[in-house]
């Protein structure tokens, strides 16, 4: 009798890592799916199916179908995470800023254009938008709150409710841009236009 070596490893994997697995299974199956066929096109059945679950897994780990694909977004799309210490100039935070941004490109141009089939998704289903928006809105509540940590708030050019979303918007702008166009915004760009704000 052959022992299958997955087989025995999954079993003496611990138990509460068991929703993780399952999550990261139907998350990885809808991913593919959603390659495939686009988001529209894609229902739970096909993502149980190719997962190799039940639609009740699906519904065991996400409220919905929103939910579902609203996690694709957070596990694929990595977060630009710059090392910056307590203290440090708003031109360093910067600094930082745009080496954080360039040295997620190779990961998100993996990501890319799930993430750009996601985002035209969204723009015409109001309750992703409602979701995506609380989401939008609590990351930009931990980046003012993280921005005052680091720094204070009279070194800032702007109030910190305001940086965090031009931030974002000049870090997600740039790279979908580096990513289309290379050859036109190479390191020195990025660098430059964070380097413009401080």
Do not use: C
């Not at 993780?20 to 059945?45: C, V």
């Not at 996690?71 to 100039?89: A, D, H, N």
């Not at 931030?167 to 660098?191: M, N, W, Y």
Request: hydrophobic residues 40%.
């Amino acid at each position: 009798m052959a022992i299958d070596p997955e087989a025995s490893s999954a079993r003496r994997q611990p138990k509460g890592d068991k929703r993780d697995r399952t999550r990261a299974k139907l998350l990885e199956a809808a991913r593919w799916l959603i390659r495939e066929k686009g988001y529209e096109h894609t229902t739970l059945e096909e993502i149980a199916e190719r997962a190799g679950m039940t639609t009740g897994a699906i519904y065991g780990n996400f409220k919905n179908r929103d939910e579902l694909f609203v996690s694709l977004g957070q596990t694929y799309w990595p977060p630009i995470k710059p090392q910056v210490r307590p203290g440090s100039s708003f031109s360093e935070i910067m600094r930082a800023m745009a080496d954080a941004t360039i040295a997620v490109l190779p990961e998100r141009r993996a990501a890319a254009v799930g993430r750009l089939t996601g985002l035209a998704y969204t723009l015409t289903h109001e309750e992703m938008r409602a979701q995506v928006r609380e989401i939008t809105a609590q990351s930009y509540a931990f980046g003012e709150q993280w921005i005052r940590s680091v720094t204070k708030e009279e070194d800032l050019p702007m109030p910190a409710d305001q940086l965090v979303r031009v931030i974002h918007a000049l870090s997600e702008g740039l790279v979908f841009q580096r990513l289309l166009t290379p050859e036109l915004v190479p390191d020195e760009v990025i660098r430059a236009a964070f380097a413009a704000l401080g």
